[in-house]
């Protein structure tokens, strides 16, 4: 069965200590590992899109990179304004999304 | 550059009730869905449309209709409402495994 599983489910870190969000997934016939931001009340917003193992996209304090059973989402230096639910998505052999429980991130200033 | 627009954004039904999700996109995409969120838990796919004419279920279709009579709208119906259907509605379009554009969402309670 195709799973996305996300930790950890929470992470608070002060202003400027780096990290990382972890997503591991099970999904036959990946067709892309899917970044979302979702902030409250709000939809989740697309940050990233990784097709094969040892890819890598960057988007301001943002890195996502992706092997063949993980991705991860590295964040360097975050600011408060960084604080919201980060949620990963494996799209399987059919264009679906197999979605994760996201991880919600506070920054401390 | 409107994007995708659910309404209403709140909404409180009584058990038995019906209503209807309303889902408009202006991106032209062909791949239309619906989520719900609950606590805890990640996006689940209630039904979706690979384009105009064309929907089928997805993980938790029970209670909920759909239709997509044209590309920019995918309503979705609430047949008769229970308290298990409490939830944040998202409504998303994508072009064929591209990102998909979210809603704002509904919050829905059922009492």
């Known amino acids: 069965e195709d799973q996305v599983t996300q930790s950890p489910e929470a992470l608070r870190l002060q202003e400027g200590e780096s990290s990382s969000l972890n997503c591991s997934y099970t999904?036959?016939?990946?067709?892309?590992l899917f970044w979302y931001r979702q902030d409250p009340g709000k939809g989740p917003e697309f940050l990233f899109t990784?097709?094969?193992?040892?890819e890598e996209k960057e988007k301001e304090r943002l890195k996502a990179t992706l092997t063949k059973k993980e991705s991860f989402l590295h964040i360097t230096a975050p600011k408060p304004e960084d604080s919201a639910t980060y949620l990963c998505?494996?799209?399987?052999?059919?264009?679906?999304?197999?979605w994760g429980a996201g991880t919600k991130l506070i920054i401390k200033p | 550059n409107a994007g995708v627009t659910q309404t209403p954004k709140f909404q409180v039904l009584k058990t038995g009730q019906s209503m209807t999700l309303q889902c408009a996109q202006d991106m032209n995409h062909e791949y239309m869905s619906w989520y719900r969120q609950d606590p805890g838990m990640g996006l689940r796919l209630i039904h979706y449309s690979v384009g105009a004419g064309i929907t089928d279920q997805g993980e938790v279709p029970n209670g909920y209709n759909v239709s997509r009579s044209t590309t920019e709208d995918f309503p979705l119906r609430l047949l008769s409402a229970a308290p298990s259907q409490t939830s944040v509605y998202f409504c998303a379009s994508s072009s064929m495994n591209t990102e998909a554009f979210f809603g704002q969402g509904t919050r829905l309670t059922v009492v």
């Open positions: 990784l097709y094969s193992a040892g």
């Open positions: 999904v036959s016939g990946l067709r892309g």
């Open positions: 998505a494996g799209g399987d052999s059919n264009y679906q999304l197999i």
